[in-house]
Nanobody, 128 residues
Framework: QVQLVESGGGLVQAGGSLRLSCLAS????????MGWFRQAPGKEREFVAG?????????????TYIDSVKGRFTISRDNAKNTVYLQMNSLKPEDTAVYYC????????????????WGQGTQLTVSS
């Protein structure tokens, strides 16, 4: 069982930066691939970024992003702190959403149903 708690959301002006954090409980954090999703009002939850688990030494840690955040967002993880981060730069009003952290065993997933564990979400609002 994994419990996830997001933090770091808030109100920021367009062009600004913010870092989201997701603290995971449990001693097996390093064996989970992690994802960040977001959901804007009236829209479906969408995948934003994912990072693989670090157990496969031959492949290294992999990351993946949706096109709209490539070059602006960076996902990273610190297994010693059981934490995954989402650094968000050059924020745009269309990034406004509730951001969710999620965990799954195995490879990175890009759809919500592939993830077993979810945080409660943190609100990001980007003003123009």
């Amino acid at each position: 069982q994994v419990q996830l708690v997001e933090s770091g959301g808030g109100l920021v002006q367009a062009g600004g930066s913010l870092r989201l954090s997701c603290l995971a409980s449990g001693r097996t954090f390093s064996t989970y691939s992690m994802g960040w999703f977001r959901q804007a009002p009236g829209k479906e939850r969408e995948f934003v970024a994912g990072i693989s688990w670090s157990g496969i030494s031959w492949s290294g840690i992999r990351t993946t992003y949706i096109d709209s955040v490539k070059g602006r967002f960076t996902i990273s993880r610190d297994n010693a702190k059981n934490t995954v981060y989402l650094q968000m730069n050059s924020l745009k009003p269309e990034d406004t959403a509730v951001y969710y952290c999620a965990a799954r065993g195995g490879l990175i997933g890009t759809v919500p149903v592939e993830y077993q564990y979810w945080g409660q979400g943190t609100q990001l609002t980007v003003s123009s």
